[in-house]
């Protein structure tokens, strides 16, 4: 079975950065792609990049573009997410997706969902 695994969320105060990953075992063998989508408490659930690990395609939603990078170690079945200048409207759960999607950034394309991880911009 495929089970997408996050991990690097923390606390971190606005302006900072963090490094989240994301391992989607179960799909050594196929080519798939990644998305991160994040949900904050009373907020719409919103994607927030996603990643074609087979042409190293990458998408990212207006509000992170720039500041957010996408990248992928397709030997470790491994995706990063790099959030540089953080912003409090940023904290959020941020969840990995996996999958085969047609349109990265909606949510209903993707079958696999990790457990979470939590993100907190706040001084």
């Known amino acids: 079975q495929v089970q997408p695994v996050e991990a690097g969320g923390g606390l971190v105060q606005p302006g900072g950065s963090l490094r989240l990953s994301c391992t989607a075992s179960?799909?050594?063998?196929?080519?798939?792609?990644i998305g991160w989508f994040r949900q904050a408490p009373g907020k719409d659930r919103e994607g927030v990049s996603g990643?074609?690990?087979?042409?190293?395609?990458?998408f990212y939603a207006n509000s992170v573009k720039g500041r957010f990078t996408i990248s992928s170690d397709n030997a470790e079945n491994t995706v990063y997410l790099q959030m540089n200048s953080l912003k409090p409207e940023d904290t959020a759960g941020y969840y990995c997706?996996?999958?085969?999607?047609?349109?990265?950034?909606?949510?209903?394309?993707?079958?696999?969902w990790g457990q979470g991880t939590q993100v907190t911009v706040s001084s």
């Open positions: 997706v996996a999958g085969f999607p047609y349109l990265v950034l909606f949510a209903a394309e993707y079958d696999y």
């Open positions: 179960g799909l050594t063998l196929g080519s798939y792609a």
């Open positions: 990643i074609k690990t087979g042409d190293g395609s990458t």
